[in-house]
């Protein structure tokens, strides 16, 4: 089974920049997209970034394109989130996930993340 560990967030004020990471142990896979959701309290999960196997495709939701950058480095089987210009709207509980093959050729499995913290003060 895949474990994702995410480490990085934290309190930082309006305007400020954090950076996320999400390393991956246990059984991993190749190939297959990795990103980040977030969710704050009281609302719904919502999508934030993804990033293709090699890098080449990247796709961020309209909120933080522009401020936030998604990157991974498979020798070390991490994706990262580097948040700059933060707002007190980006504060949430920030989740990583992996894909992974499924038996179905239609599908993949995801796999997650504990979540990690990241609260943005005005």
């Known amino acids: 089974q895949v474990q994702l560990i995410e480490s990085g967030g934290g309190l930082v004020q309006a305007g400020g920049s954090l950076s996320l990471s999400c390393a991956a142990s246990g059984r991993t896979f190749t190939g297959y997209n990795m990103g980040w959701f977030r969710q704050a309290p009281g609302k719904e999960r919502e999508f934030v970034a993804t990033i293709s196997w090699s890098g080449s495709s990247t796709y961020y939701a309209d909120s933080v394109k522009g401020r936030f950058t998604i990157s991974r480095d498979n020798a070390k089987k991490t994706v990262y989130l580097q948040m700059n210009s933060l707002r007190p709207e980006d504060t949430a509980v920030y989740y990583c996930?992996?894909?992974?093959?499924?038996?179905?050729?239609?599908?993949?499995?995801?796999?997650w993340g504990q979540g990690t913290q990241v609260t943005v003060s005005s």
């Open positions: 996930y992996e894909d992974g093959p499924s038996a179905a050729r239609s599908t993949t499995n995801r796999y």
